[in-house]
């Protein structure tokens, strides 16, 4: 039995276009904060993942966003 493995991460801040790369387009929609963390978590054969503080921004995030999130 080995132990559980989590990842632990917070403010991830999707579609606030400050965790957004350089030269992104898609600012306002972009996952790729979200998208790195889970690659790291597929990676690194994660348990669970816990996303402790603010996944979005602010609280205008588009419904189809947050669906995608």
Do not use: Q
Request: charged share 30%.
């Amino acid at each position: 039995m080995r132990p559980v493995r989590l990842l632990h991460t917070s403010d991830l801040h999707i579609a606030g276009g400050f965790s957004t790369p350089k030269g992104c387009d898609r600012r306002n929609e972009c996952l790729c904060p979200l998208l790195s963390v889970a690659e790291l978590a597929r990676h690194h054969e994660v348990d669970a993942l816990l996303v402790v503080g603010d996944l979005f921004d602010h609280g205008r995030v588009d419904e189809d966003l947050v669906k995608a999130a």
